[in-house]
């Protein structure tokens, strides 16, 4: 079974809007992270948000948010007021334990229009 | 601060070479990871370390060696190149404990002809 699920291989968004990225997630583990990172064009990992599995508040970092449903086991991520330069794959990733082992999803690839 | 530094950026390599992909890191992080990710999908581990002289196998370790005699240097060997092999390469570090910033080196493209 797929650890890391985002269902959404592509996804378009016009500038200033928000846009909401899927990612669920598969673990027996009661201690673990969450991750999203931005890979543009260019080709590097850009860190963009996390969440604990014990963080009782959802993540939040400038324009970029995690919607964590602990229950629902589900990490989405919303862009709030789209630019051009967030046009890029995204990547969700889980790590279980301690350590640095991510576990990626199959990206979903965000095209914002102007 | 380098942060995460990987070399080559770019390499061509003949079928049945071999090589090292080298990994440094200058932030004193205790794990280190090599990942490949192929055209169009997600990253997937290919070993990792969780310290000096610890190495273990991730999900893809077949025709890869991995080694850790530093804490700063995580070099990644293939051992005789194959097609199957052409991909970007990631190294990553990051202390060992939960909620630290998992760190990306550039990413190294390998082709094997």
């Known amino acids: 079974a797929q650890k890391i699920t985002q269902t959404q291989p592509g996804m378009f968004v016009q500038e200033k809007e928000a846009v909401t990225l899927d990612c669920t997630y598969d673990t027996s583990d009661q201690s673990y992270g969450l991750f999203w990172y931005k890979q543009p064009s260019s080709g590097e990992m850009i860190f963009l948000i996390y969440q604990g599995s014990y963080d009782e508040q959802n993540a939040t970092e400038g324009r970029y948010s995690l919607n964590f449903q602990k229950a629902r086991k589900s990490a989405n991520l919303v862009i709030s007021a789209s630019q051009l330069g967030d046009s890029a794959m995204y990547f969700c990733?889980?790590?279980?334990?301690?350590?640095?082992?991510?576990?990626f999803g199959g990206g979903t690839r965000l095209m914002v229009k102007p | 601060n380098a942060g995460v530094t990987q070399t080559p950026k770019f390499q061509v390599l003949k079928t049945g070479q071999s090589m090292t992909l080298q990994c440094a890191q200058d932030m004193n992080h205790e794990y280190m990871s090599w990942y490949r990710q192929d055209p169009g999908m997600g990253l997937r581990l290919i070993h990792y370390s969780v310290g000096a002289g610890i190495t273990d196998q991730g999900e893809v370790p077949n025709g890869y060696n991995v080694s850790r005699s530093t804490t700063e240097d995580f070099p990644l060997r293939l051992l005789s190149a194959a097609p199957s092999q052409t991909s970007v390469y990631f190294c990553?570090?990051?202390?060992?404990?939960?909620?630290?910033?998992?760190?990306f080196g550039e990413g190294s493209w390998l082709t094997v002809v």
């Open positions: 990553a570090s990051s202390y060992g404990t939960i909620g630290n910033t998992i760190y």
């Open positions: 990733a889980m790590r279980e334990g301690a350590g640095n082992m991510l576990t």
